[in-house]
């Protein structure tokens, strides 16, 4: 292929020739012409044509590369060796590499006409914009620069200068690269073209001289020391303000006049910027990005009297301002003055003890003993936030130059706001320091609030920050502040207690002051208080928990405290490694270890699935130290220990190794998991001798509270429990989420004060097996709810379930059960049982599926509710027949902790369904159709509306004759729901050509109301109601034929018969006498009929208010 080219660059310098699906081409080209499979492209300037077939040729011959995937033939290798007869072609094995959708072959050494192989690699594709070119190990980097003084700045420019090395090999050739200098704007007035470049030169090559030295300097520096002269008779080339000065592989016309600065193709870099520090500068993120900190280099005329440089003296690492330092001489062409800071910078010198308070500061330095140690060279830079714009920065806010001091003869010297102090600082501090550095240079190299730096850090020490003060990260990256943990009322500091290191945090732990004199490095005795182990064959969440114990004194700090575990069951090994750097105890002293928890609060969070303390042996240490020195896998010591338990399962042997180490001459902890309910506790009943196992016992689990000791050693039966005589409490309402934030909860209903101590809650799933249980604690309150749930529901739960994220209740379906007994009787994973149950709800999701039969066993074989999740309700207990009957319940609105929402007669409905063709004769005396088409009418309803629509929502049930008229009362809970089920009710008759009722075809009329004229007056005969107590089967519900007339006897009869039972039953309740009878129950809490008493329009059962069906 061959195509002519016309028209012209663009304004940055590229012309593109592709295929239309790439960006933007200059000029398109067919589709079916790639170099997917290796070839050449060759530009001529020529007017003589190609034809397909052609041989190459170098006649008018500009550029060319040669691309080859795989191997290549002799012929065409001397075909191409005419395009690029110096080297061989790019060879490519691995086609990946350019046939993706991300790579090119990139231009990035060399602009000779007929490049050489290395001249075009593969890198990541930059249509039009600079190419992304790697950077060399051999590549030169920039090494000194002399800036003008600002005093030095009019009228003559004598002595600037930019000197690159390439590491002393010399002579080496400076191939595709370009000097560009960019303007940061002048920092007193904002500058007018901010991060372009102002300066840009071409290096392409020039050669270093023999000793590795390449000089590009102003015309007034000695012609001797310069390689490159730029005019400067009127302006300096490096001016003032915040410059970035970059050494980029790329052509030096893709950086006019004007260019933005990019760390595309960075060789190297580094920005200085005289005078007063700006924040992190625009300019520092777009040439440096990956640098922590300010990214500048200070270059003022104040910190040298004479001539001075920005020289590397820290190392060789290219695009890092940390390798610079301003030296006292200027060095062109020669090895950089780093004397200065050589000599002296592995001082024996340590900062040993900072109390950084604004009315008690001192910093302590101390010489490792040597004493009376020059102090000369050295500074102190305190740091503290300080307000730029709307953004606290740290800053510089006090410098103490040390030049002329020397410590004592013990090696001690303090610096510190007190009279006492070797050096006093008179006046409160602006700002709260965060933050002290100690380093080899001059005051004047930081003026005030300066950014922090590392460069000449000899050590820190930093305070406990918050994130938006990262001092840390700057002069001690990686590590963090320690805290002083300054109680109420108690003064510390913090003193290094751990190793001589310098620029080490973990040396320091809070202690008490001792300013001039040896650290206190003893602390207050802490003591592992409790242990709760979790047993992973109970059904119980996840509660493990270590708590620590000061004793009371509360606010103890606890950096330099390393609590150890050792897993029994793994060759005694270190399982896990706990640092409690910067934490402290509570105000109480207790300080506790666990994983994310519902039901306490957990100072320090660890894990969050699987175990983290061993179930079966092992121990637990609590060691005084570095935590550096201890790792997962690591033996057992003693060395620093501070307490230790050792404990064990009644199923094994003493562990004899663990023994021997911590505890020697004593037994293990016996721990019993059912001496309680499968959630018991390790706790230390008298305080505080450390290592001792006589003072442990087991009992509750009180995480941050006190222990609840018993007088009797450890447990190792549980006491047996006495069923409770009556059911007091049952399940009311269940709450089940779909959502991964929860709201979900379990509400029980009972006798007010009632202790739940021997009651807990098992969740079976569909399969009919216990995946979960919860022993209940605290009592039913004066209202007489008690909630289990999670903690985002209001009120909050008396009980929490574990986790606050995901849902504990199956939403598939499954069985809530309440017990009387422990949770550990019911192990993970066991069949449902009715062994002490109190009451439980079957209920499933899905209406054709069945949940595992459990409610045979649970529910005594009621029908399994329903629960439609696809709205935010509830499953809640509307009636009351028995415990464990799935049919006392419906879908309703959710309440927790107050009255349930059930249907009403305020918003009942009287509908009709007319059966054309049925026998008025044979349905009223036949309750088995009734009951049939009763239940076609539920499911019917229900499957328009899905609104959990159930038997408990139809009352007053008559049939009237024209043929067979069934007419009833449709209640609801509100208006909208009212008029859902009456809609829902038109469009299921309307749907409802025939019915089939016990084997027999019914044609339905499609009226819903008026079918036949509803009576006016009420049937004398009551009807059939479903009470409280009795079960719903309506039966005799019925209203017999108009007109026909009963004997005038039977009438009176009847009559009489009520008379009389109305008067038994004023003398019972008189005489408080339980009885019961067929269709009466008379109880102390209420009385339950099977007839309605004049009057009675609410009935109260076990505190509960339920409103009657007739």
Known sequence: MSQNLTGQTDRHGYFIVGHASRP?????????????????????????????????????????????????????????????????????????????????????????????????????????SLNDCPSLQDDVYINEVEVTKPQNFIPFVKDEFIELYDGGRGNTTLQYLTLVLFDGGVPFFGGF????????????????????????????????????QVDTSITPFLQLGIVGIALYRAPVGAFPIGANATSTSLVDAMIYVTGRQEAQHSLVDKLLPDVVGSGMVIETGSWLEGHGSISRCLGNERLNPLVYILTET????????????????????RINEVNLDRDSFFVELFDLGAGNTSLDTLILVLYGPVLFGSKEEPRSILVVDLHGERTNADGYFVVGSASSSDKQITGNFRDAATGVGLYHARVTQFPGSSLPSPQNLIDAVIGNETSSNPLAGVLLPGQAGVSDGDGEGLERSVSRCFGRLPLDMFAFIPSLPTPGTRNNCSRQLVVINEINI????????????????????????????????????????????????????????????????NNFTADLQIGVFGQIIPDNKGAIALYHDDSRNYEVGMQPTNTRLQDAVVYGSQDTTPNAQLIDVFIRGQMQIVEDQGFLNGDESIVRCE??????????????????????????????????????????????????????????????????????????????????????????????????????????????????????????????????????????DIAKDAGA??????????????????????????????????ADLQREESITRCYWQSSRNNKDFTQSDRTPGNSNNCPSRDFKRTLQMKLTDADFDLWQNNDELLTSLRQIIIDGVNDKCKCGFTYHYIVGEVLLEGSVVYQADFLAFNTNQSSLIYTSFAEFVSDSKTLVINGQTYQVDKCVEECVPMPTVPPKTPTPVISATTKNTLNGSRKGRSGTGTAVGVTIGLILFIIIGVVLVFILIRKRIICYNKDTRLTEEGVEYSVKPEGLDALEFRNNTYEPSY
Do not use: W
Not at 102 to 122: D, G, I, K, Q
């Open 24 to 128: 933007a081409p200059d000029i398109t080209i067919p589709i079916r012409y790639s170099l997917r499979n290796g070839g050449a492209v060759a530009i001529y300037e020529t007017y003589q044509s190609f034809a397909v077939g052609d041989i190459p040729t170098s006649v008018g011959l500009m550029s060319a590369v040669v691309h080859v995937l795989g191997s290549l033939s002799d012929a065409a290798a001397e075909n191409f060796n005419i395009l690029t007869p110096e080297s061989s072609p790019v060879i490519q094995t691995d086609p990946s590499d350019l046939t993706g959708i991300r790579y090119a072959l990139s231009r990035c050494f060399n602009s000779s006409l007929r490049v050489t192989r290395e001249a075009f690699h593969p890198r990541l594709k930059t249509t039009r």
């Open 193 to 228: 073209s901010r991060d372009v470049a102002f300066y840009s030169l071409s290096l392409d090559g020039m050669k270093t001289n023999a000793d590795g030295y390449f000089v590009i300097g102003s015309s007034k520096l000695n012609q001797s020391l310069v390689d490159y």
């Open 833 to 866: 049982t009715d062994k002490n149950l109190i009451d439980a709800v079957v209920f499933t999701a899905n209406a054709d599926m069945p949940v595992g039969g459990q409610a045979d066993v649970l529910t005594k074989g009621s029908e399994q509710f329903y």
């Open 534 to 597: 979790n047993h992973e064959n109970l059904a119980v969440a996840y509660q493990e928990f270590i708590e620590l114990y000061d004793g009371g004194v509360g606010h103890t700090p606890l950096t330099g405290t390393v609590v150890v575990i050792y897993n029994g069951d793994r060759q005694n090994l270190a399982a896990t490694v706990i640092p409690l750097n910067n934490t402290q105890t509570n105000a109480n002293g207790y300080f506790v270890i666990g994983r994310p928890n």
């Open 687 to 824: 305080c505080c001798q450390a290592l001792n196992m006589s003072v442990y016992k087991q009992s509750y689990p009180t995480p941050g509270r006190v222990n609840p000791c018993v007088p009797q050693p450890i447990i190792t039966t549980r006491p047996p429990l006495t069923p409770p005589s009556s059911d007091e409490v049952f399940i009311n309402e269940i709450a089940i989420e779909t959502h991964f934030f929860t709201k979900e909860y379990i509400e029980l209903k009972g006798t007010p004060s009632l202790a739940l101590d021997n009651y807990f809650i098992v969740l079976y799933n569909t399969e009919g097996l216990a995946y979960f249980t919860i022993q209940l604690e605290n009592t039913i309150g004066p209202d007489g709810y008690f909630l289990i749930g999670s903690p985002n529901i209001s009120p909050p739960p008396h009980v929490r379930f574990p986790f606050t994220i995901g849902s504990y209740i199956d939403e598939k379906g499954g069985a809530v059960a309440l017990y009387y007994g422990y949770a550990s």
């Open 330 to 349: 200027v060095t062109p062409r020669k090895s950089n003055n780093c004397s200065y800071i050589t000599p002296n910078f592995e001082t024996d010198v």
